[in-house]
């Protein structure tokens, strides 16, 4: 799940600025389960940006604003309104607001920060437990991950900031290298405790990722 | 060309201060306290944007200790640089006359003073130790030879009071596999506690000729020793240390800290628990050739 939060209103109506007729996108896949994207934001973002005096031509909510292909079919529904709309305000991670991007040369605005890929412990408590560094070695921690959860990404042990098992860094958060630390022992797995692990190839998460084949490749080979 | 190598080597007990240098070009103070130790100490540290504070930078201030005739340890820590910088600074170390090397993960940008700076850490302390014994037999990280190798003394750090204390042990651990050559711990206060733990270390070093240095910070008042045990991970002021910090007027407390921190070199080398101090006066370096003089080391 991608975790966001909302943008401050007067950011959005400061990026809105000489826009006059707004199309609003939502998604409904993580934006509507961190509350930032579905239907009910997007109703609330309509009206504040109503009071602010904009005309909003149009919303909609499309399954997973990622999916480029749904997301083009989606507007295309709506025909020459997303074609005379002056911007359009996405309420979803960086990568959906990208998908509408890829369908429109009108201006596109974020409603949302992205934050990380998390865990949802329950409704409004994230957790991020993976970075996708590329390169998994969850193996090698008893399936805790010090990339993601060790504010350092330390591979080989605590540092000194660790505090009677929290971390410096926020006192609230556990110290992974004590959890690593215990779940090994729990596994009887001290020979991975012990083990210089490699830093990790950073080559392998390099952005902009991408796999398959690059769009320019794709076009050649249409018939 | 590393003194402080050759005093650990020597068998004899090393003594080492620290140069924290300045936020600002204003050297004035600094410089003062590097022509006062220089030649009271075997070498002096040379904090790296301590505490995530930017400042001057310890390899600048490392190269001035050494060609004012002292013995510098460049500490350099991950936060900042990603291995390419890492190891140019470690090759512009050698080429500057800096024989010796702390190897430091580094306080977390968060607790300094540039709080939205990208944390680098590409590699950790054990890779930063690992990538100087290579440096040292002429190779970089990538295995790419070089047209000329290092010649580095190369240190961790260790804590000796961390909770809890065996994944600490495990990365020490780590250090001394990758190549460590001298440990300087954080700072200990109870005497028997360390010893205890570098009965443990030396255990885990096996037969490595690994030197460890005791990490001594003077006291400068009851506020500051309890201000430590709260705030400062890795770091417990005995209560016994507390009580006699207390028994003192405020204005002699210094004093009393200057004459512990005696008090605990002259144990630790007459009971020879560990090869060295490194004593931290933290801004008040001034003091330390007295405590030196008191420890019997002047």
Redesign the interface.
């Known amino acids: 799940m991608i975790i966001a939060k909302k943008k401050p209103i007067d950011e959005i109506i400061e990026s809105l600025k000489g826009d006059a007729t707004i199309f609003i996108v939502g998604c409904g896949e993580c934006a509507t389960v961190t509350q930032t994207g579905g239907e009910k934001e997007v109703a609330e973002m309509k009206a504040a940006l109503e009071k602010a005096g904009k005309t909003v031509v149009g919303v909609d909510i499309v399954a997973a604003n990622c999916q480029e292909l749904d997301l083009k079919r989606v507007l295309r529904q709506h025909g020459r309104v997303t074609e005379e709309v002056d911007a359009f305000l996405v309420l979803s991670c960086g990568a959906g607001v990208q998908s509408v991007r890829a369908d429109t040369e009108k201006r596109v605005v974020p409603g949302t920060d992205s934050l990380f890929l998390g865990n949802v412990k329950r409704a409004g408590v994230y957790e991020e437990k993976c970075s996708l560094c590329g390169q998994c070695v969850l193996d090698d921690y008893g399936a805790i991950c010090p990339v993601a959860r060790c504010a350092k990404g330390l591979l080989n042990g605590p540092c000194g900031g660790t505090n009677h098992g929290k971390c410096e860094v926020d006192p609230d958060r556990d110290c992974a290298w004590v959890l690593i630390h215990e779940q090994l022992k729990k596994e009887g797995r001290a020979e991975k405790l012990t083990r210089i692990h490699p830093p990790m190839d950073w080559s392998a998460s390099a952005h902009p990722g991408r796999v398959g084949p690059a769009k320019e490749e794709a076009a050649v080979k249409k018939p | 060309m590393s003194g402080y190598r050759e005093a650990c080597q020597s068998g004899r007990f090393v003594v080492s201060g620290e140069i924290g240098p300045p936020k600002g070009t204003n050297v004035a103070k600094m410089l003062h306290h590097i022509d006062l130790l220089r030649d009271k100490v075997d070498a002096l540290n040379v904090t790296d944007n301590q505490s995530s504070v930017m400042r001057l930078g310890s390899l600048a201030v490392s190269h001035e200790i050494v060609s004012r005739g002292g013995d510098a340890i460049f500490q350099l820590t991950c936060?900042d640089r990603n291995?390419l910088a890492l190891q140019s600074d470690l090759l512009s170390a050698a080429f500057l006359g800096i024989g010796t090397v702390l190897c430091l993960?580094g306080?977390?940008p968060?607790?300094g003073d540039h709080k939205e700076a990208k944390?680098v850490?590409?590699?950790?302390?054990?890779?930063l130790i690992?990538c100087c014994r290579k440096l040292n037999e002429g190779h970089d990280w990538a295995g790419n030879e070089l047209d000329g190798p290092t010649d580095l003394f190369i240190g961790g750090?260790v804590?000796p009071e961390?909770?809890?204390l065996?994944?600490?042990l495990?990365?020490f651990?780590?250090k001394v596999?990758?190549g460590a050559q001298f440990f300087q711990t954080?700072a200990v206060y109870d005497m028997d506690r360390f010893q205890h733990f570098v009965g443990r270390a030396r255990e885990i070093a096996g037969g490595a000729d690994v030197k460890i240095m005791a990490g001594l910070v003077v006291l400068t008042s009851l506020g500051m020793a309890q201000y430590m045990n709260r705030a400062v991970?890795?770091i417990l002021v005995p209560d016994a240390l507390l009580r006699e910090m207390a028994s003192v007027p405020k204005a002699e407390a210094f004093a009393k800290g200057t004459e512990i921190c005696a008090r605990h070199i002259r144990f630790l080398k007459e009971n020879r628990i560990c090869d060295g101090v490194h004593i931290m006066a933290i801004g008040r370096e001034e003091v330390l050739p007295e405590i030196l003089a008191m420890a019997g080391l002047g």
């Open positions: 936060r291995r993960t306080d977390h968060r607790v944390a850490y590409d590699f950790d302390s054990v890779h690992q750090v804590t961390a909770d809890p065996e994944p600490q495990y990365k651990a780590k596999e990758a954080q991970p890795g």
